[in-house]
Nanobody, 124 residues
Framework: VQLQASGGGMMQPGGSLRLSCAAS????????MSWFRQAPGKEREFVAG????????YHADSVKGRFTISSDKAKNTVYLQMNSLKPDDTARYYC??????????????????WGQGTLVTVSS
């Protein structure tokens, strides 16, 4: 399985960005995909995840109400719509795939496949 993330860039505080992550290879309808992020000097943290099995979504408290994860099964793609961006959202964002479809985990160790990451910078 290969994951290709895109959509990062620079944005002013309060702005919006949408990240995309396309999965290819031996994919399955029984997995989950999530977004993690890692800021300079900090540990990688869970942002949001979605179950391909039943469509359940989960968002970290730090992004609830601002970020939304969604998916397009036909395209094997997940999206992260990021609104009301803050400087604290600056990080490299990684998409990841877990062979466990449900429940969606926020633990890095549960994810077998990782994309290369896309940089998001929020600054005025």
């Amino acid at each position: 399985v290969q994951l290709q993330a895109s959509g990062g860039g620079m944005m002013q505080p309060g702005g919006s960005l949408r990240l995309s992550c396309a999965a290819s290879g031996r994919t399955s309808s029984s997995y989950s995909m999530s977004w993690f992020r890692q800021a300079p000097g900090k540990e990688r943290e869970f942002v949001a995840g979605i179950s391909w099995r039943n469509g359940d979504t989960y968002h970290a408290d730090s992004v609830k109400g601002r970020f939304t994860i969604s998916s397009d099964k036909a395209k094997n793609t997940v999206y992260l719509q990021m609104n009301s961006l803050k400087p604290d959202d600056t990080a490299r964002y990684y998409c990841a795939l877990s062979l466990s479809g449900w429940p969606v985990s926020d633990q890095l160790s549960r994810y077998r496949y990782w994309g290369q990451g896309t940089l998001v910078t929020v600054s005025s």
